[in-house]
Every structure is written in C-alpha cells, then in structure tokens.
C-alpha cells in the first residue's frame, strides 16, 4: 500500500511541470507569421566581358635561325713556299682589322724568278738594238749588190764579161735579200716575245706579292690551321676569316604568316623595278632577334636583306634573310652579349601598321563562333569570319561591329538566351590594345 502511494505522489510532482511547458510554448509560438512560400527565380551565369573597338594593328610573323657572318674569306695559299711571318694575334676567336699583315711566306724564289724575267726582258731589248742595227747593215749590202748586178749585166751585153760573172752576182743579190728577210723576221717577232717576257714578269710580281697575305676586311679568325716555319703548298686551305662588321639570319617563316603582312597593302603590280632596286623599303619590313637568356631576353634592330631562293616543301617555309651591322658595338655587358656565329635566335618581322582591325583573345573564338552579350543581358551565339591569328590574338574579318560586348570566360554549356552577369575585364582589353600594336 505504500508504495501504490508513492507512485502516485510521483505522478503528481511530474505532471505540473510538463504542462507548464507546453503553456510556455504555445505563449511563445502565438504571435509568429508563418513561413512564406517563395518563388525561384532565373539563374544568371557570371561572365567577364570585352567591348569590341576598332584599333590599330601591327602585322607580324616570326621564325627561328642561326647566326651567321654576312661575309666569310677562306685564307688559301696563293703561292708555294714556308711561312717566315705570322701576325701574333692569328688564333682562332681572335679579331684582326682590316689591312692586317696575317702571314708571310718566304720570298726568295719568287724574287729570283722576277729578277730572271726582268733580266731576259732587258736582254730582248738589246736584241731589238742588234737587230735594227744589222736589218739596216743587209739592206746597204742589198743595195750594193743590185747595183753590181746591174752594171755585169751591161758589161754582157757588150760581151765584156762573161755569163757566169753575172750569175755569180746575181747570187750574191739573192743572199743579201735572204740576209734582210732574216732580219726583218727577227724584228716581227720580238714585240712577241717582249709580251711573252712581260707577262712572265708580271706573274713574278704577283706571285712575290701573294708571299704576303692582309686581311681584307674586319674579321675574326676561324679554323686557323698554320704555324710559323710549316711549309704550304698552292691551294692549301690555311684558315677562315668571319667579318665582324655585319651578321645575318636566314629564319624560316611560314607562308601564311608572312601573307599577314601585306593584307591592306596597294597592290604592286607592274613595278617589279622597285621590288628589284629596294626590297627593304617595298616591303616595309622591320625586323628584331630575340636571344633568350632564362630569365632574360636581349634583343637587337636588323634590317631586311632579301628572301632565300627556295621554299621549303616539307614546312612550307621559306627563309627571310635579315642583318645587323657592327653588331660589336651593340655589346652592353650583361644586358646583350656579342651576336656570335652559332647563336640561335628568334627572329621578329613587323610590317605596316594596318587601321580598323577587330582584334579578339584567340580563346574568345569557338569554333568559328563568338559569344556576345545583346541588351537584355542575355546570351547570343554569332558566327564570325577569322581573317587570320597572331599570336594570342584573332583578327576578325567580318561578323562583328565595334560597342559589342563578346564574353572571354569559360561558359560550359553555352546555351543561346541564357540570362548572364557580366563584369568588364578592363585589364585584358588593356593587354589585348598594347599588343595589337606591339608594345608588349
């Protein structure tokens, strides 16, 4: 019985205190709205925007090659004989100015073969004096012996003189002519032998001349192969000398970049003349090397020079071949180093500035297709013309008119009326104008 009454005095303690919480509750719960029911709206994709503006544009192409002197003179040896003299400096690497003294071969033979000449030339002009002396000798002998002959063949006729006095004279007559003959022929064939005896004289003098080699230009030495007191034979190849005064590229170029460059250009027909005079200047080409150096890249100002002979079938390129002149005194320590035969560099060819381009991100096109933005903040898919690509850039032929908006971000899927939020990327219509006009 005790325990029935305790259970019910439990009962009792616990049921107050519940129901005062379900009257809290509904006290705190009474003076709420309820929840509203809302409506989804559209979702808007966020975009990054360009505005399209006509600008200037300054073609370009590019291609790679080496460096190369403009002018290389192989020192071959002109005369036999050993070399005696050799300028200090005649390494290889080493730069000798023009008019140098590279080496002497010993002259010696090469003087007694000038002085024999000379001495045979002196020689055949006394031999002209003798002969002039003894043609006028035979023919005074000539005259006396006509005359004799004359005065017997009177006497025969008188029957003073015998018959055979008269051929004796006449034989004598016959000789003296022979005599002056002989002269006459020696005398016709001296002015050839004093030609024979000149020109040997004159290769004297050149081959003495050839024992001393200058250097014909500024240049340095390559693949120097002689040494003081070496015996050289004719022909012999001695060493290579690369001018220093001017280098040249040939990059190869492919042709649908090179036709870039003339697009807007007058046409030129009919004035081959000028293409012919002054290539440069036709062309308006401006060419750069550019040599990477890591983090680092020098550059140099070349001018063109001519186009290579031939296209190459396999890359369809062809070779533009551009100079730079006294690359030696653009050196600046640390900065651009000396252009030296070997250096593979890139090679940067602009052409005249062409007005009123559309000029796109290459990433903005999709497959021959632009996404703008119409005025209702929507998605419109435009195919467009790609006149041709530079770089990062597209240039868009026709499809597009400058004040609109084209999206340059990633929009995956792209669906035609699709409601966009747009923010305009001031920093790449920046980029993209500077490097239209290649200043960046």
């Not at 009792?12 to 309820?34: A, D, E, H, R, Y």
């Not at 000028?274 to 750069?288: K, M």
């Amino acid at each position: 019985m005790k325990s029935e009454k305790n259970s019910r005095l439990r009962v009792v303690w616990i049921v107050p205190p519940v129901i005062v919480g379900i009257l809290f509750m509904i006290f705190m719960t009474s003076g709420k709205q309820p929840p509203l029911k809302s409506e989804r709206g559209e979702p808007a994709r966020a975009v990054r925007i360009i505005s399209i503006s006509s600008m200037n544009l300054l073609p370009s192409a590019e291609g790679y090659g080496t460096v190369q002197p403009a002018r290389v003179w192989s020192a071959v040896a002109q005369v036999s004989g050993r070399i005696i003299e050799m300028h200090s400096k005649l390494r290889n690497g080493e730069i000798i100015p023009t008019d140098t003294l590279l080496y002497r071969i010993d002259p010696v033979d090469y003087e007694l073969k000038l002085a024999q000449a000379q001495a045979e030339l002196m020689e055949l002009g006394i031999q002209e004096q003798n002969a002039t002396a003894l043609l006028a000798i035979e023919q005074r002998n000539n005259d006396v012996a006509r005359r004799e002959l004359e005065r017997i063949k009177k006497l025969v006729k008188k029957g003073t003189v015998s018959h055979s006095e008269a051929d004796a004279a006449e034989r004598t007559l016959l000789q003296t002519r022979s005599a002056t003959q002989n002269q006459q022929n020696n005398l016709a064939l001296i002015p050839i032998k004093r030609r024979l005896l000149e020109s040997r004289v004159n290769q004297a003098e050149r081959d003495l001349s050839n024992t001393e080699v200058r250097s014909p230009f500024n240049l340095r030495i390559a693949d120097h192969a002689i040494e003081i007191g070496q015996y050289v034979s004719k022909g012999q190849n001695l060493f290579k000398g690369d001018s220093v005064d001017r280098v040249e590229v040939t990059a190869q170029v492919a042709l649908s970049s090179l036709r870039h460059l003339f697009l807007g250009r007058p046409d030129s027909a009919g004035k081959f003349d000028q293409f012919n005079q002054d290539l440069a200047e036709f062309t308006g080409f401006r060419p750069t090397l550019h040599l990477d150096m890591g983090n680092y890249t020098a550059n140099w100002n070349a001018k063109f020079v001519r186009f290579s002979d031939t296209v190459d079938v396999e890359t369809r390129t062809i070779g533009i071949v551009v100079a730079v002149d006294n690359p030696m005194s653009l050196i600046r320590p640390g900065l651009r180093p000396p252009l030296t035969k070997g250096m593979f560099v890139k090679v940067l060819i602009t052409g005249h500035t062409q007005a009123d381009r559309i000029v796109l991100p290459r990433t903005a096109i999709h497959e021959g297709k632009v996404y703008l933005v119409d005025a209702q903040q929507r998605l419109l898919i435009k195919p467009v013309n790609v006149l041709f690509n530079q770089g990062s850039l597209s240039i868009i032929g026709e499809g597009l008119e400058a004040g609109q908006n084209v999206v340059v971000s990633d929009l995956v899927p792209a669906v035609s009326g699709m409601l966009l939020q747009t923010s305009m990327d001031v920093q790449l219509q920046a980029d993209i104008e500077a490097t239209a006009k290649g200043t960046r």
